[in-house]
């Protein structure tokens, strides 16, 4: 059996994350499968949402408890690992053909990036990553070679802690043009 400290039974996969596959990927699935993360069994699949059946898998005892995978556009996954049993975490880069890490970010030391539940990652189109550290009320973004550009901290805070920031995700000029302005 599998056993976890996470869930209380009645959501024993906890899926996060769940992202239509846009095109095939050799190795990885086919458009229109589900890529999903199932939090509860450290595991990131994709499945067959006609079958249903599950067509890949990877994550257990690579990832602890992790969020949004997410497929790239040279068909790598980049996935948020929240460590949360080591008490760090990290955000990488698989190949799923391989199921090997191509890249990965941590802090040094390690201990300063961690958040157990929630969190996020997304490729930019220079190539940095943004990263949200949820818990702590941090986004941030990242080089390739793990520099940090800028960073954000929640200013709202209460009881010696930031508030949750669960998600950011970065508006192309594109997508910021055809917002409805704002009222003042």
């Given amino acids: 059996g599998h056993e976890h400290a996470r869930g209380d039974g009645l959501d024993v996969f906890h899926t996060n994350t769940v992202e239509v596959l846009p095109r095939d ?6 458009a229109g499968q589900g890529l999903v993360s199932l939090r509860a069994l450290d595991l990131v699949a994709v499945v067959d949402l006609d079958g249903p059946r599950l067509v890949w898998s990877w994550g257990e005892g690579e990832v602890d408890g992790q969020h949004q995978p997410t497929l790239l556009p040279n068909d790598h996954l980049l996935i948020f690992d929240n460590g949360d049993g ?3 975490s990290r955000v990488i880069e698989l190949d799923p053909l391989s199921g090997e890490i191509v890249w990965e970010y941590r802090a040094d030391p390690t201990e300063d990036f ?3 539940s929630r969190g996020g990652s997304e490729r930019l189109a220079n190539g940095n990553v ?3 550290e949820s818990n702590s009320g941090r986004v941030f973004e990242v080089t390739r070679e793990g520099e940090l550009v800028w960073e954000f901290l ?3 805070v209460a009881h010696n802690a930031r ?4 998600r950011l995700h ?4 594109e997508e910021l043009a055809s917002l409805p302005p704002i009222d003042s």
């Fill in 25 to 30: 990927v050799p190795g990885l699935g086919s």
């Fill in 86 to 88: 080591r008490g760090w």
């Fill in 114 to 116: 961690f958040t157990n």
């Fill in 130 to 132: 943004l990263v949200t």
């Fill in 154 to 156: 929640n200013p709202d």
């Fill in 163 to 166: 508030g949750t920031i669960y």
């Fill in 170 to 173: 970065r508006l192309t000029p």
